[in-house]
């Protein structure tokens, strides 16, 4: 069976009381002009920069902790990849939008920021362009729903399955 955008929005909807930010991560990927063939293999290899920058996040927030106990000790991390269709627009590039939770309490987002650019630009070598915010009460569902909206157009592979975090020991603990 193949997942369709109305089951992603549903699995989403389940993990939002745990989201906490909402990040965008800019790639130096861009679909402008690009073919097909061009275009799958930067989104292959922008998954493999993403989970560089995921282990990496791991590691700088719950050092080997993460790797020993992944789900009491990793980050709700969901990562959703926007722009990967051919596009007319040249600034536009391939970049995540990422949904997080079970942080430590106590990093600002600021730190969180901080933290992320380190394993994303440092490490991953990626673009130096990220957004995060703390979501509103009231916009938690379209934050969600806005990560998959390319899935309303067929591309039901924006959401990054593989690079999915849910550690459900510590989300459970309550």
């Known amino acids: 069976m193949k997942a369709t955008a109305q089951d ?35 989104t292959f290899n922008l998954r493999k920069d993403f989970r560089h920058a995921r282990n990496c996040f791991n590691r700088e927030l719950y050092g080997n902790g993460a790797r020993r106990k992944p789900l009491l000790l990793q980050p709700l991390l969901i990562p959703t990849i926007e722009g990967t269709r051919n596009t007319a627009n040249p600034k ?58 390319e899935a309303q157009f067929g591309n039901t592979s924006c959401w990054d399955f593989e690079n999915t975090q849910i550690p459900y020991s510590a989300l459970n603990a309550d």
């Open 92 to 149: 536009l590039t391939i970049h995540y939008n990422i949904y997080l939770g079970n942080l430590p309490k106590a990093l600002t987002t600021d730190d969180i920021k901080t933290l992320w650019t380190y394993c994303w630009v440092d490490k991953a070598q990626q673009k130096n362009d990220i957004y995060i915010t703390e979501p509103l009460a009231n916009t938690q569902s379209h934050l969600l729903h806005y990560g998959t909206k």
């Open 8 to 42: 992603i929005r549903d699995f989403l909807d389940t993990q939002a009381q745990y989201v906490t930010h909402y990040l965008v991560a800019h790639s130096n990927y861009s679909a402008y002009h690009k073919s097909t063939a061009d275009i799958e293999r930067m």
